[in-house]
């Protein structure tokens, strides 16, 4: 168990500098994700074009594993339609949880960098929050998301 | 069952510190290692470790003089029996309670408080009464009364803090007026380490006829406590913050209050008699001690307590204070670490918080060094709000602490912070 497995470079840096950590006042969609137990709050903000995630971005404080996996996120999913971006989500559940999990993790881009949080169990929740709040956000849900 | 620590020399001088090195071979997990390194606890308010005469009393009445309690006539019950009432006259000697009548045994101070909650406040409560409680509170001194308040109309009154962390004594007096009914306080802050000058509020509401809980979760492991000194009429601790077992805990209740309650759960055990139209409760403790006892819990504790004593209260809070105020002064030099909780009187609680580096991170991270400190909410989510984060890193010392893990937890921030910051 290396911190330098959970905390890579790029994840240090999305902490730092979160990409697209701003409001969105004219989202088609948004949705609370919150950990009470950790204290990681976000909200994520999308916009659609047809079936087209035109713009996404979220705002919120958390750990550093959160805040770097919902920056990922908004830079791994803009651009894509719904359902690859209900793929992706897919994807990441099995980076985050899976021993066996991806012997090709290429195609998970920069998210790839997520992988060493599966040896700190009590951390996978940070990782997937951002991932279910967008998931609620895509499916409309107004109950706010937990990973607890 | 006595027990004398390997490091405790009876009769010897309170002025003489604890001998550290001695103490910390009484403890067999302060042996492990972490991640490659020695475990070094700094979760203590979270849970304690035990000592080996604590886990040996436990082995040893299962290995020997195991059986269900009270009722047999065969000589382990018998056995048991003893073992188990001459604990409870350990605890009762440990808070300085009148009579073993007022020990009861229960799982713990959540339950301790659960229990008045429900057996002395609720059928007490009328619409429109009230309950004091204080900002400081853990979730288990507030849920219960909340509960209570729903199911009986009464209204949950708080007493305001500082922002060193202190229950505002003058917003405590505005509060009181003659619907109180109720002051349930803490005696030390889990999430800040303050302690509560509860003498004086046990005064005001004593003054004013008004019945008092102490929530003593994290008293009990660090003073010597005397309930009759104190004049509360509810007293409530938890084992494994104390060296003990987890599973089990005391209710100090004054006799008089406890006689006047309706017992809280039925079943076997508290009572005399029982036919389909009638059944006469059993006397005081055990009408509120339904069903098979935690036995070797309540043993555990007991030896627990004689090993506090052994080494002295008054010692273990001397060496507590120097860990507090070295670790004060240690972490007040890392830059951007800010302690949440500054009251002049504190137990060896430091929560705290590091600029761009989140609690949980910090967590992870020290874990990796082999540091063991609890991060997130405490428990106490209103004490969040109030200071305005989302959780704090808490580090909380025990007489087994020594400084040199005081300077491992400042290395390991400054390992966070290179890391994050």
Not at chain 1, 119 to 148: G, I, M
Not at chain 2, 352 to 381: K, N, Q, W, Y
């Amino acid at each position: 168990m290396d911190l330098k497995d959970l905390y890579r470079d790029v994840i240090v840096d999305h902490n730092r500098s979160p990409r697209n950590f701003r409001p969105m006042p004219d989202a088609d969609r948004h949705a609370e994700g919150f950990n009470p137990l950790c204290g990681d709050r976000l909200t994520l903000f999308v916009k659609l074009d047809g079936d087209r995630i035109s713009d996404v971005s979220f705002q919120g404080s958390g750990c550093a594993i959160s805040v770097a996996s919902a920056s990922l996120l908004t830079e791994s999913v803009k651009g894509r339609t719904v359902p690859e971006a209900e793929q992706l989500f897919t994807s990441m559940h099995e980076l985050l949880t899976r021993d066996d999990a991806m012997a090709d993790p290429a195609g998970l881009g920069k998210l790839a960098a997520l992988s060493g949080v599966r040896e700190f169990p009590a951390r996978v929740k940070c990782a997937s929050l951002c991932w279910h709040t967008l998931d609620a956000a895509l499916h409309r849900e107004a109950e706010p998301v937990s990973t607890e | 069952m006595s027990v004398t620590p390997a490091s405790a020399v009876p009769g010897a001088p309170a002025a003489r510190p604890i001998d550290v090195a001695t103490v910390r071979r009484d403890f067999p997990i302060l042996a492990r290692e972490v991640n490659g390194k020695p475990l070094c606890y700094l979760d203590n308010a979270a849970s304690s470790q035990r000592p080996r005469s604590v886990i040996h009393s436990i082995s040893r009445y299962y290995e020997t003089s195991h059986a269900n309690v009270h009722r047999g006539v065969h000589r382990l019950s018998q056995e048991a029996t003893d073992l188990f009432e001459g604990a409870r006259e350990t605890l009762r000697r440990f808070v300085n309670a009148r009579s073993v009548r007022e020990i009861i045994f229960v799982r713990g101070t959540t339950e301790a408080i659960n229990l008045v909650a429900q057996s002395y406040a609720r059928p007490n409560l009328q619409p429109g009464d009230e309950i004091v409680i204080s900002w400081l509170e853990h979730h288990a001194n507030i849920v219960p009364w909340q509960m209570v308040c729903e199911q009986s109309g009464a209204r949950l009154r708080v007493i305001p803090i500082t922002r060193s962390g202190e229950v505002d004594f003058d917003s405590f007096l505005a509060l009181l007026n003659d619907r109180t009914r109720l002051l349930a306080l803490a005696h030390v802050s889990n999430a800040l380490g303050t302690v509560v000058p509860v003498e004086r509020f046990i005064l005001e509401a004593k003054r004013r006829g008004i019945p008092v809980l102490l929530d003593g979760a994290q008293a009990a492991p660090h003073m010597a406590v005397d309930v009759q000194a104190l004049d509360c009429d509810f007293y409530c601790f938890s084992g494994h913050k104390m060296c003990g077992p987890t599973g089990i805990g005391v209710l100090y209740g004054r006799e008089s209050l406890l006689e006047a309650m309706p017992p809280w759960q039925g079943g076997g055990d508290m009572i005399l008699a029982v036919s389909f139209e009638r059944t006469v409760y059993n006397e005081l403790p055990y009408k509120f001690e339904a069903g098979t006892p935690h036995i070797a819990g309540a043993i555990g504790l007991a030896v627990a307590v004689e090993y506090l004593e052994a080494l002295g209260l008054d010692r273990i809070a001397a060496a507590e204070q120097a860990l507090l105020d070295y670790a004060t002064e240690r972490l007040q030099q890392i830059p951007g670490l800010t302690i949440v909780g500054t009251a002049p009187e504190k137990a060896a609680v430091v929560s705290f918080t590091v600029e761009r580096v989140h609690p949980h991170d910090l967590g992870t991270i020290l874990d990796s060094e082999g540091v063991a400190i609890r991060t997130g909410h405490h428990c106490a989510m209103p004490v969040m709000d109030f200071f305005g984060v989302p959780a704090t890193a808490r580090a909380s010392f025990a007489f087994y602490n020594t400084r040199a893990e005081v300077d491992r937890l400042v290395d390991a921030l400054q390992v966070a912070r290179e890391m994050l910051a």
